[in-house]
T-cell receptor, first 114, second 116 residues
């Protein structure tokens, strides 16, 4: 049973560029949440997707957007990258059936903005 | 709004000694509480969770935590530290959100160092 997978593992971008990160949820999960973890900090909630719609959002600007596909996989897009966007981006999946509070995390994508 | 406070950003223990990582939470409704562990350059792994059943929760790798409502605490313990326990530990609180969803808030983490 594959867990949560994320791609790419590492990414280096330049200020002003755009980036897309990808996540495949754990088998049987239908909800995907994205978190930003800056160096030395705890994960900060960006948004959550269910049934291909954004269901709730944290305190992040509109430069951060996402998408969920019919197979429950998800993308996180960040436009107009800033140096401060450098962080580990974590995807977590959960199930509306077994309980949304129990989240399984992927290994993350390390984004470096130069 | 809910919040989590982890006391001590760094904790050092000797191998074989007791591990105690502190977590206090704030929530206006009964919360779910979690401890996660993160090894360098990896994602978060769930250690244990409290979901309103038994107040003493046992997790993986010999860790356990006790939910104390009166103290709004959910401290993580392990009787005997192993070198492999060196990692960063995050406490998290989850509460019901509008639309039936859960809002998860993480603490800032505690780095555990195990000294041989």
């Amino acid at each position: 049973d594959a867990g949560v997978t994320q791609s790419p593992t590492h990414l280096i971008k330049t200020r002003g560029q755009q980036v897309t990160l990808r996540c495949s949820p754990k088998s049987g999960h239908d909800t995907v949440s994205w978190y930003q973890q800056a160096l030395g900090q705890g994960p900060q909630f960006i948004f959550q997707y269910y049934e291909e719609e954004e269901r709730q959002r944290g305190n992040f600007p509109d430069r951060f957007s996402g998408h969920q596909f019919p197979n429950y996989s998800s993308e996180l897009n960040v436009n107009a990258l800033l140096l401060g966007d450098s962080a580990l981006y974590l995807c977590a999946s959960s199930s509306t059936i077994s309980g949304l509070h129990e989240q399984y995390f992927g290994p993350g994508t390390r984004l470096t903005v130069t | 709004a809910q919040s989590v406070t982890q006391l001590g950003s760094h904790v050092s223990v000797s191998e074989g000694a007791l591990v105690l990582l502190r977590c206090n939470y704030s929530s206006s409704v009964p919360p779910y509480l979690f401890w996660y562990v993160q090894y360098p350059n990896q994602g978060l792994q769930l250690l244990l969770k409290y979901t309103s059943a038994a107040t003493l929760v046992k997790g993986i790798n010999g860790f356990e935590a006790e939910f104390k409502k009166s103290e709004t605490s959910f401290h993580l313990t392990k009787p005997s530290a192993h070198m492999s326990d060196a990692a960063e530990y995050f406490c998290a609180v989850s509460v019901p959100f509008s639309g039936g969803y859960q809002k998860v808030t993480f603490g800032t983490g505690t780095k555990l160092q195990v000294i041989p």
